[in-house]
């Protein structure tokens, strides 16, 4: 039964969110336009209206997802570079691990990481989300080893930012294998370690 007229942009959140809901719990696989209508108490007719297919309903979940996992994080410009990066870290990680709905949103941004091995639409729309969460690091990247390229030699700016966003990825990863069970404080304590100056 369709719902009550709401705004469209209001309509396609709510049938985005009912896509979360049954990929959640049925995985990508099975996810079908009926299934999502009958999670949004809404018709597949408008459902179709608002996403012509499937795999247009597809990609807006995934972006969705990837705009609540990559954030466009900041850190005062007043800070040192190190410290700016350490925060922008920690937010990045706490971000991910605290939301009431971390896990759920990782298990299902994973499936879509899969699925992307053999949809080209999906594995860009993720490589683009990854790129732009590059260029939240990347600034600060720079002008740390700018300033200390006796800490960092032969270090460049993009190979430092690829392993941050590797240990970030990895440590999903792992909370979605442990059900949750990372230590997001040691990993930070670790990170800022390994940023930390020697001797």
Partial sequence: MPGKKVAEDQRRLQIIEAAFTVASRENLDHLTIRKVADEANLSTGLVFFHFKSK???LIALLDWLLDGLF??????KNLPPRERLLLLLSRDLR?????NQAATKLEVFFAFWTMGLHHPEIKEHIRQAIERAKQVFFPTVCELLQNEPERFPGVTAEGLVTVILGIAEGCALEALLTDGKVDIEQILTAQRALLSRSG
């Fill in 71 to 76: 954030e466009m994080w900041e850190a005062p």
């Fill in 55 to 57: 795999d247009a309903l």
């Fill in 95 to 99: 971000d991910a691990y605290y939301d």
